[in-house]
Protein backbone atom coordinates (compact mmCIF):
# COMPACT_ATOMS: atom_id res chain seq x y z
CA UNK A 1 0.00 0.00 0.00
CA UNK A 2 3.21 2.32 0.42
CA UNK A 3 3.82 2.10 -3.07
CA UNK A 4 3.12 4.07 -5.87
CA UNK A 5 0.62 2.72 -7.92
CA UNK A 6 2.79 2.13 -11.33
CA UNK A 7 4.68 -0.07 -8.70
CA UNK A 8 1.57 -1.75 -7.34
CA UNK A 9 0.79 -2.30 -10.97
CA UNK A 10 4.00 -3.71 -12.16
CA UNK A 11 3.39 -6.05 -9.12
CA UNK A 12 -0.18 -7.68 -10.82
CA UNK A 13 1.66 -7.49 -13.97
CA UNK A 14 4.61 -9.57 -12.15
CA UNK A 15 1.54 -11.77 -10.39
CA UNK A 16 -0.20 -12.15 -13.76
CA UNK A 17 3.11 -13.03 -15.52
CA UNK A 18 3.73 -15.37 -12.72
CA UNK A 19 0.27 -17.39 -13.42
CA UNK A 20 1.00 -17.80 -17.39
CA UNK A 21 4.29 -19.21 -16.37
CA UNK A 22 3.49 -21.89 -13.91
CA UNK A 23 0.49 -22.93 -15.41
CA UNK A 24 2.77 -24.69 -17.92
CA UNK A 25 3.28 -27.59 -15.05
CA UNK A 26 0.29 -29.98 -13.43
CA UNK A 27 1.89 -29.62 -10.01
CA UNK A 28 1.74 -25.98 -9.34
CA UNK A 29 -1.85 -25.95 -8.69
CA UNK A 30 -1.40 -25.06 -5.03
CA UNK A 31 1.24 -22.13 -5.92
CA UNK A 32 -1.36 -20.68 -9.02
CA UNK A 33 -4.00 -20.36 -7.16
CA UNK A 34 -2.21 -18.55 -4.28
CA UNK A 35 -0.99 -16.62 -6.86
CA UNK A 36 -4.54 -15.63 -8.16
CA UNK A 37 -5.67 -14.79 -5.05
CA UNK A 38 -3.05 -12.65 -4.18
CA UNK A 39 -3.47 -10.69 -7.66
CA UNK A 40 -6.93 -10.04 -6.37
CA UNK A 41 -5.31 -8.35 -3.34
CA UNK A 42 -3.59 -5.79 -5.63
CA UNK A 43 -6.38 -4.77 -7.16
CA UNK A 44 -8.27 -4.34 -4.38
CA UNK A 45 -4.91 -1.90 -3.28
CA UNK A 46 -4.67 -0.35 -6.82
CA UNK A 47 -8.00 0.08 -7.98
CA UNK A 48 -8.83 3.18 -5.57
CA UNK A 49 -6.38 5.28 -6.52
CA UNK A 50 -6.65 4.57 -10.72
CA UNK A 51 -7.86 6.58 -13.23
CA UNK A 52 -11.35 5.59 -13.94
CA UNK A 53 -10.38 3.85 -17.51
CA UNK A 54 -7.95 1.61 -15.33
CA UNK A 55 -10.15 1.34 -12.57
CA UNK A 56 -12.67 -0.13 -15.63
CA UNK A 57 -9.97 -2.39 -16.70
CA UNK A 58 -9.48 -3.71 -12.76
CA UNK A 59 -12.66 -5.04 -11.91
CA UNK A 60 -13.03 -6.47 -15.22
CA UNK A 61 -9.86 -8.31 -14.25
CA UNK A 62 -11.14 -8.56 -11.17
CA UNK A 63 -13.99 -10.49 -12.21
CA UNK A 64 -11.87 -12.90 -14.68
CA UNK A 65 -9.98 -14.17 -11.28
CA UNK A 66 -13.07 -14.60 -9.38
CA UNK A 67 -14.14 -16.67 -12.23
CA UNK A 68 -11.09 -18.48 -12.45
CA UNK A 69 -11.00 -18.92 -8.68
CA UNK A 70 -14.44 -20.16 -8.75
CA UNK A 71 -13.81 -22.83 -11.55
CA UNK A 72 -10.31 -23.93 -10.67
CA UNK A 73 -10.81 -27.66 -10.19
CA UNK A 74 -12.16 -28.04 -13.73
CA UNK A 75 -9.52 -25.60 -15.37
CA UNK A 76 -6.52 -27.30 -13.91
CA UNK A 77 -8.01 -30.68 -14.61
CA UNK A 78 -8.50 -29.81 -18.52
CA UNK A 79 -4.94 -29.27 -20.35
CA UNK A 80 -6.60 -27.20 -23.07
CA UNK A 81 -8.23 -24.66 -20.39
CA UNK A 82 -5.23 -24.34 -18.32
CA UNK A 83 -3.33 -23.34 -21.08
CA UNK A 84 -6.14 -20.75 -22.13
CA UNK A 85 -6.22 -19.44 -18.91
CA UNK A 86 -1.74 -19.10 -19.18
CA UNK A 87 -2.46 -17.23 -22.46
CA UNK A 88 -5.30 -14.64 -20.88
CA UNK A 89 -3.16 -14.06 -17.85
CA UNK A 90 0.06 -13.19 -20.19
CA UNK A 91 -2.37 -10.67 -22.11
CA UNK A 92 -3.55 -9.19 -19.10
CA UNK A 93 0.38 -9.13 -17.83
CA UNK A 94 1.06 -6.99 -20.77
CA UNK A 95 -2.20 -4.89 -20.60
CA UNK A 96 -1.72 -4.10 -16.31
CA UNK A 97 2.30 -3.40 -17.38
CA UNK A 98 1.15 -0.75 -20.09
CA UNK A 99 -0.90 1.02 -17.48
CA UNK A 100 1.45 0.81 -15.22
CA UNK A 101 3.54 3.15 -17.18
CA UNK A 102 6.66 1.13 -16.29
CA UNK A 103 7.65 0.23 -19.76
Known sequence: MRDPL????????ADL?????????????????????E?????????????????VALVELQRQ????QHSWPHIWADPARRAAVAEQAGVWSER???????V
Open 39 to 55: SRFFIEWAAPEAELEKQ
Open 96 to 102: VLGMSGL
Open 65 to 68: LTRW
Open 17 to 37: ARIQSFSDHPGNRDVVVTVVE
Open 6 to 13: PIRLGGLA
